[in-house]
């Protein structure tokens, strides 16, 4: 297979007999290193190389203005912002960065297509004039505000350009304009030396009036990448702009463009559907992993998403001898890069304490764990003792000796001075040097960063608006966007893996594009401009369907010599990818060509998640050992019930002891709510144990209910805040839960009744003798409150979530031992068994008084004959016997060695 370039080459080697006189243009350095590449291998003789160079090297040359960086124009842009009086409100340079970069966007637009300037914005202020139309006759401070912004652009734009010009800079549309408008200037000088243009397709105005220029000269000329398929028959986007030079340019009135014929020949074009973008990457490597040396230095793997660069590295076989990765690896998502970026936001927000997300944010990243460690230490002390806010000095308490300088460093205040950022900064990127020597790509981003924080930090000392870490904070996200750690390889040989621009003039024999995806490729529309379609239509400006043109030129470049070609393609719906496969793939089969063989084939997970299989754990000797000592030291209704809902559960959480991580707990949950009102009713009640409910004395309980409650808290919910927000909602709901039992108590007095209170919050354990079980077992439980109304013994549960009167009554006592729920129902009766095993009653009432549904009173469990029938509400000895049967049948399960735990879909 011979390539375009090489084409060109042999072309060009036939024309010029000195090619050193030559001045080759190409569309990127890269294209020219290949044609570099290529020529020194075709050359017969020895000769000097020509002038190579991309096409923003020759505009720069050209204009003699040199492209500014980013984060400069950034600064330099918000500069001339400062400097226009008719922009009468200015925004602090935070809010400035958040929108000015589409604006810059736009201007580059409106530079490269060379607009006129006063006709354009003349135009957008009175379209943003119109859209306020209604408004006219209640115009508001903030409409004339934003009209006025509008209407100041031109006088912001014209600033920016003098600022800019004055240290010889501008932005690449402002390079690309005074190119165009110098091109006689060059041509005086340079006119004579043939200008040779290679491998171009979308050339925007200020690119074509240059190059019709040179071109007119009659000793320059263009090669272009064009099949002479997309030009025979129906047009195609793919040739949409080389049409339009072909028909409109000067330079073909006399002269025939030169097509290609290699789309039409024989080739296999592969279309590959996966689940999940990962999938993609694992076939790509599977695909090279049967490749040979020889095939792996004619292939590319293109990368339409190029965030799939990371899992394809890590996809690749050890087949593969020489890589080539030309797009670099991005370090704005590295852990250093976000351990960063955490600091930079913790300092900017930090008052007189620290919020433990951003500490923790810090503390659990890889490189907060390389500065500091201790730092699972200090992570555990906060979430244990749940401070949502925390100092340094805590910090320092918590950690270790050795961690002391650089807890200060991290956490100490930056009393918001970009110098103390800047030099702090340095200091950690100096200290994780040794520490990062075993990770190279870590090094490589510490170096970066290095330079990043060196730059800014030069850079502001003449911007002094920069005054705050929000300011810098925006300049480091923005310089650190555009930071990639460079992979060594041969640019020429062996495997190469890029994104789609960089293909751009090469060929290769075998192609694996990934995410060939609808809304990948191409990209769709984007509305990250302020220029609206119409106004765009109207000034020549590229619309979206242009930009679609672009990407099916580019895709159907990388068929035009390949031979064997593998599209990829997520069919998975997740987020905005709709799963849908690119319509340049439906655009191939349709248009299917006889040399054109197309296969298709479906990757499917080798596992499914929905089939797995659900948990099943044999009870081996140490599990039995786990379980009698359970069953010795006193099974709990809780322990049961957990047993009901999900036996793997029980496993989990009582065989093997396996707890959820403590967490810090910023808001309350219901647990805790739960504790600190049963805590604060068991205090508030304790001096009525055997003794009648006194009116008198349960309204005196009134004054002390906030006080008690807010012991609680401080005992419960520890170092938590509960001052403000929905803890402070909380708080106040404990207090009203305990001020309404207390009111119910009251009524139930006033009502006539007399109440006396037996236990509170008591916790009972009594032998349970099961023939079948070869050891002791015990059960337990602690009871609320256990009191007699008017003589009838009742066993009162708290809850303080909803529960209904239908919660605990049953009809079934087999769905006692299956059914979660009636978790309720099993819990009172095994504490209403354990009372009456210890006691002499003969029968009571067992139930729960819900907080939340407190209306309603005591709610009795009751058994049913009927879904309509009347419930019987005493727990008698005939109740208890049938309950005996379900908790020794529940009990005897648990403890039979060939019974194992099995999962239930919960």
């Known amino acids: 297979?011979?390539?375009?370039?090489?084409?060109?080459?042999?072309?060009?080697?036939?024309?010029?007999?000195?090619?050193?006189?030559?001045?080759?243009?190409?569309?990127?350095?890269?294209?020219?290193?290949?044609?570099?590449?290529?020529?020194?291998k075709q050359l017969?003789?020895?000769?000097?190389?020509?002038?190579?160079?991309?096409?923003?090297?020759?505009?720069?040359?050209i204009s003699d203005i040199t492209i500014v960086d980013p984060a400069h124009l950034l600064l330099r842009s918000y500069q001339a912002y400062l400097k226009t009086d008719s922009i009468k409100e200015k925004e602090d340079f935070e809010s400035f960065s958040t929108w000015i970069q589409t604006l810059l966007n736009d201007f580059n637009e409106i530079d490269r297509y060379l607009v006129d300037r006063k006709r354009f914005f003349d135009y957008l202020g009175s379209i943003k004039s119109l859209e306020k139309w209604s408004m006219q006759n209640e115009t508001t401070d903030l409409i004339k505000a934003y009209l006025s912004f509008w209407n100041s652009l031109p006088d912001f734009y014209d600033n920016l350009k003098t600022d800019l010009l004055s240290d010889n800079l501008g932005y690449q549309g402002m390079v690309y304009r005074k190119a165009a408008e110098e091109v006689e200037h060059y041509l005086a000088s340079k006119g004579e030396e043939p200008?040779?243009?290679?491998?171009?397709?979308?050339?925007?105005?200020?690119?074509q009036t240059i190059f019709k220029e040179l071109l007119e000269t009659g000793n320059s000329s263009i090669y272009w990448d064009a099949e002479s398929h997309f030009f025979s028959g129906e047009i195609h986007s793919a040739s949409q702009f080389l049409r339009s030079y072909f028909e409109e340019w000067n330079y073909y009135s006399n002269k025939k463009p030169q097509f290609g014929d290699n789309y039409t020949k024989e080739k296999k074009f592969t279309?590959?559907?996966?689940?999940?973008?990962?999938?993609?990457?694992?076939?790509?490597?599977?695909?090279?992993?049967?490749?040979?040396?020889?095939e792996l230095s004619n292939t590319a793997v293109v990368l339409a998403d190029e965030s799939l660069l990371t899992p394809l590295l890590y996809s690749l076989p050890l087949n593969i001898g020489e890589v080539n990765v030309t797009m670099g690896l991005s370090i704005e998502n590295s852990p250093l890069s976000l351990f960063f970026s955490s600091l930079f936001h913790m300092q900017q927000t930090q008052g007189e304490r620290l919020?433990?997300?951003?500490?923790?944010?810090?503390?659990?990243?890889?490189?907060?764990?390389?500065?500091?460690?201790?730092?699972?230490?200090?992570?555990?002390?906060?979430?244990?003792?749940?401070?949502?806010?925390?100092?340094?000095?805590?910090l320092i308490e918590f950690g270790n000796s050795e961690d002391i300088k650089n807890l200060q460093l991290i956490f100490g205040s930056w009393q918001d001075d970009p110098q103390v950022a800047f030099n702090r900064s340095i200091t950690l990127l100096v200290k994780l040097k040794s520490l990062l020597k075993d990770d190279p790509l870590e090094l490589v981003s510490a170096f970066k960063l290095y330079k990043v924080i060196e730059a800014i930090k030069d850079q502001i000392q003449s911007y002094p608006y920069i005054k705050n870490l929000k300011s810098v904070y925006a300049l480091f996200q923005e310089s650190v966007r555009k930071q990639t750690a460079d992979i060594a390889g041969d640019a020429y040989q062996g495997l190469q893996i890029m994104g789609v621009l960089e293909t751009r003039v090469l060929d290769f024999k075998n192609v694996i594009l990934l995410s060939a995806n609808e809304g990948v490729l191409p990209a769709g529309k984007s509305n990250a401009s302020f220029v609206t379609y119409d106004l765009k239509k109207e000034f020549g400006l590229p619309l979206f369907t242009d930009k679609d043109a672009i990407y099916t030129y580019h895709f159907y470049h990388l068929l035009h010599r390949a031979e064997n070609v593998f599209l990829l393609y997520n069919s998975t719906s997740e987020g905005l990818n709709a799963g849908e496969k690119s319509r340049f793939l439906m655009q191939l089969e349709k248009e299917r060509l006889p040399n054109h063989q197309i296969e298709q084939?479906?990757?499917?997970?080798?596992?499914?998640?929905?089939?797995?299989?659900?948990?099943?754990?044999?009870?081996?000797?140490?599990?039995?050992?786990?379980?009698?000592?359970?069953?010795?030291s006193g099974i709990s209704p809780s322990a049961l019930t957990s047993y009901i809902r999900n036996p793997f559960e029980f496993y989990l959480s009582r065989v093997l002891k396996i707890r959820e991580t403590e967490v810090v707990e910023e808001t309350v949950d219901y647990n805790t709510l739960g504790t600190i009102v049963h805590n604060s009713l068991q205090l508030l009640y304790e001096p009525f144990v055997g003794k009648n409910l006194d009116l008198e004395k349960l309204s005196d309980l009134h004054e002390l209910v906030d006080e008690e409650v807010s012991r609680q808290f401080k005992i419960v919910y520890r170092k938590g805040d509960y001052s403000t927000g929905k803890n402070l909602l909380i708080f106040e709901v404990a207090k009203r839960y305990v001020h309404n039992l207390i009111d119910l108590d009251i009524n139930e007095l006033r009502a006539g009744h007399q109440i006396r209170i037996l236990q509170i919050e008591t916790k009972m354990k009594i032998p349970l003798a099961i023939e079948s079980i070869p050891f002791p077992v015990n059960i337990q439980g602690m009871v609320d409150r256990v009191d007699e109304r008017d003589g009838v013994m009742r066993i009162i549960d708290y809850k303080t979530g909803m529960v209904a009167q239908g919660d605990l009554q049953i009809m079934d006592w087999a769905n006692l031992a299956e059914d979660y729920k009636y978790s309720k129902a099993f819990q009172v009766l095994m504490y209403a068994y354990i009372i009456h095993s210890e006691s002499d009653v003969s029968s009571s009432e067992a139930g729960i008084l819900s907080f939340k549904n407190l209306s309603n009173g005591f709610l009795k469990f009751g058994t049913k004959t009927s879904v309509r029938g009347l419930s019987n509400s005493v727990v008698s000895e005939d109740i208890l016997t049938e309950f005996e049967l379900i908790l020794k049948k529940v009990i005897c399960e648990i403890c039979d060695p060939d019974i194992p735990f099995v999962e239930k879909e919960v």
């Open 355 to 394: 919020y433990y997300k951003d500490v923790f944010r810090i503390l659990n990243n890889p490189i907060g764990r390389k500065l500091l460690p201790a730092a699972k230490e200090i992570t555990k002390a906060i979430s244990e003792q749940n401070y949502t806010y925390v100092s340094v000095e805590q």
């Open 601 to 632: 084939i479906v990757v499917t997970l080798p596992i499914s998640i929905t089939d797995s299989p659900l948990q099943e754990i044999s009870k081996t000797t140490k599990v039995m050992d786990r379980i009698k000592a359970i069953a010795e």
């Open 271 to 294: 279309f590959i559907e996966t689940q999940k973008n990962i999938a993609q990457a694992k076939y790509a490597g599977q695909l090279l992993s049967s490749m040979t040396a020889e």
């Open 195 to 207: 200008h040779i243009f290679i491998g171009f397709n979308a050339l925007n105005l200020a690119e």
């Open 1 to 40: 297979m011979q390539t375009f370039l090489e084409e060109t080459i042999d072309d060009l080697l036939q024309k010029h007999e000195d090619v050193s006189q030559l001045i080759i243009v190409l569309p990127s350095k890269r294209a020219g290193g290949f044609f570099k590449n290529y020529l020194r």
């Open 44 to 61: 017969k003789r020895t000769s000097f190389l020509p002038q190579i160079i991309s096409i923003e090297e020759f505009v720069e040359a």
